[in-house]
């Protein structure tokens, strides 16, 4: 029986080894089981999550809030009963989202112009909101600027702009909030929206890998000195979830979009409605004893591209019988 296996799987590798070069295992050919399919298993959910008025007699502000991703949570905080400040360069922009948010939740959307990276104008704003609504409860810095481009094309003032928005203006947002909360005594949940990318870094979007690093080192450091104050700090890092702000520059021919969702275990790109559940967690008091926290919000994204077997997937159950059988069929080392 063994020498009958054995002989088989001779044969077997024998073949492999034949036809090594046309074969090659089509790691990477459309031989293997394709991706997506699976998105079936993890159909997103649109709806909010928390309680109906969750957020009744808070105040939140969001950086960014007229669009993307900063639409979407201001949309579902609004909807829990919180009154909102959304605040970024486009007031035209602002305003019609603040419309349109107010009139289907009924709460107060605030639009207030501000480019996060002039500390006055950050001041200004702050000043704008304590006037509309008081200091917040809930501060999300969101906004953030990014394109790839490889970096021996990068001007001094392209580095300049990307770390000016993401990190400096992230800075500006929280001192400033951070004095003033802390001088009225007022406790506040401070999140930021990083990237996955923060972690590993990235060719192709250094400027915006290294202020989003910055960032996590900000708010991891400041979950440790500001606890006192009765503030928390976390960070969400998204994967890949299509908006307009993003997707135009960082893919902007959509050539890159369908290896992209390949390559993610869930099959299928984020939803704005799905991370906006999530901040909507992390900023409430259900998330109280959150602090310092990041989060990876990807699909699975992270994992499978640092796994170095995981192209493994590609790999047919027939070619694994052939696999499996040449490294039964090896002897010592
Ligand atoms: C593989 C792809 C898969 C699909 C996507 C998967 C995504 C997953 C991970 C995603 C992470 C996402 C992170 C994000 O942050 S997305 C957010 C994107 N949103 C925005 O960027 C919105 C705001 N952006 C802007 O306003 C502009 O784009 C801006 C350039 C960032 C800022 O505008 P402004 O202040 O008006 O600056 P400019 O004066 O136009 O430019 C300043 C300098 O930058 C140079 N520059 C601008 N664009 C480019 C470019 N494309 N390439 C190189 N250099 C650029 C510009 O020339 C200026 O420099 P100077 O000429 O030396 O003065
Ligand atoms: N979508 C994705 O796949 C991913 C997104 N992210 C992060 O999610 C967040 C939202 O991105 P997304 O919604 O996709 O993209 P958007 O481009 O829609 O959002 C970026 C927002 O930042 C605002 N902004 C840019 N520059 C400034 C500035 N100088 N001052 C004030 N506001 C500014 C923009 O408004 P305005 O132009 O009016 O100033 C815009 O509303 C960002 O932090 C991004 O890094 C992270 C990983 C993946």
Redesign the pocket.
């Known amino acids: 029986m063994a020498a009958r296996v054995l002989g088989r799987a001779g044969r077997l590798a024998a073949v492999v080894r034949s036809s090594a070069v046309r074969l090659q295992l089509r790691l990477h050919g459309s031989a293997g089981l394709r991706f997506g399919s699976q998105a079936s298993f993890f159909p997103p959910l649109g709806d909010a999550m928390l309680p109906s008025g969750s957020f009744n007699n808070h105040v939140a502000l969001i950086?960014?809030g007229?669009?993307?991703?900063?639409r979407a949570m201001t949309a579902t905080l609004s909807q829990l009963g919180a009154q909102c400040i959304i605040?970024?360069?486009?007031l035209d922009?602002?305003q019609r989202t603040a419309e349109e948010i107010s009139s289907q939740t009924g709460n107060k959307v605030h639009a207030v112009q501000?480019?996060?990276?002039d500390p006055q104008a950050v001041s200004q704003c702050v000043d704008q909101m304590e006037a509309l609504t008081g200091l917040p409860d809930v501060i999300i810095n969101?906004?953030?600027?990014?394109f790839v481009c490889p970096s021996e094309r990068l001007s001094p003032n392209a580095w300049k702009t990307i770390t000016d928005?993401v990190l400096n203006?992230t800075a500006f947002v929280t001192l400033e909030l951070g004095k003033r909360l802390i001088q009225n005594q007022k406790g506040a949940s401070f999140l930021a929206?990083?990237?996955i990318y923060a972690e590993s870094g990235s060719g192709f979007v250094v400027p915006s890998a290294s202020a989003k690093a910055g960032v996590e080192a900000l708010y991891k450091s400041l979950a440790a000195e500001w606890g006192r104050y009765g503030h928390r700090f976390n960070i969400i890092q998204?994967?890949?979830?299509r908006?307009?702000?993003?997707f135009s520059r960082l893919d902007p021919t959509g050539a890159f979009e369908k290896a992209t969702i390949d390559r993610i275990p869930t099959g299928r790109l984020g939803t704005p409605a799905e991370i906006a559940n999530l901040a909507a967690y992390v900023s409430s008091n259900y998330a109280s004893w959150m602090s310092g926290a990041v989060i990876r919000f990807d699909g699975g994204e992270y994992v499978s591209l640092a796994g170095e077997f995981n192209e493994l997937r590609s790999v047919t159950p027939d070619q694994w019988k052939i696999l499996e059988a040449m490294i039964r069929n090896t002897k010592g080392s």
């Not at 501000?114 to 990276?117: L, P």
């Not at 998204?238 to 979830?241: E, L, Y």
């Open positions: 950086t960014g007229g669009t993307g991703l900063g605040a970024s360069r486009k922009i602002l501000c480019d996060v990276r969101n906004a953030a600027g990014n928005i203006g929206i990083t990237t998204p994967g890949p979830i908006t307009k702000g993003a």
